[in-house]
């Protein structure tokens, strides 16, 4: 078992920063890939970014490319996506979850656990 705990959400002003985190325990993460997702209201959850597991290679969504940076610490069993240039239509609930391996990065069925989520709201 898993357990994934997100933090760092909140409200910011378009152009703004925000750093979210990611905190598991149940089982060290420096063996296995992370992701971060969202989900706006209304939408289906989507893809932000992935990492493997020794942070050589990182993967983002078109929407976010040159924005969003996803990094970890595996000493500290921490994930995090840091979030510059912040838009509205980057206003979701944000989800980081965790992977076993198996199949495409892009796809939430292929993540075994996930957090409960942090809202993040940009305002215009």
């Known amino acids: 078992q898993v357990e994934l705990v997100e933090s760092g959400g909140g409200l910011v002003q378009t152009g703004g920063s925000l750093r979210l985190s990611c905190a598991a325990s149940g089982r060290t993460l420096s063996r296995y890939a992370m992701g971060w997702f969202r989900q706006a209201p209304g939408k289906e959850r989507e893809f932000v970014a992935s990492?493997?597991?020794?942070?050589?290679?990182?993967y983002y969504a078109d929407s976010v490319k040159g924005r969003f940076t996803i990094s970890r610490d595996n000493a500290k069993n921490t994930v995090y996506l840091q979030m510059i240039s912040l838009k509205p239509d980057d206003t979701a609930v944000y989800y980081c979850?965790?992977?076993?391996?198996?199949?495409?990065?892009?796809?939430?069925?292929?993540?075994?656990?996930w957090g409960q989520g942090t809202p993040v709201t940009v305002s215009s």
């Open positions: 979850a965790f992977r076993y391996g198996r199949g495409t990065i892009y796809d939430t069925s292929n993540y075994d656990y």
């Open positions: 990492i493997n597991w020794s942070a050589s290679s990182t």
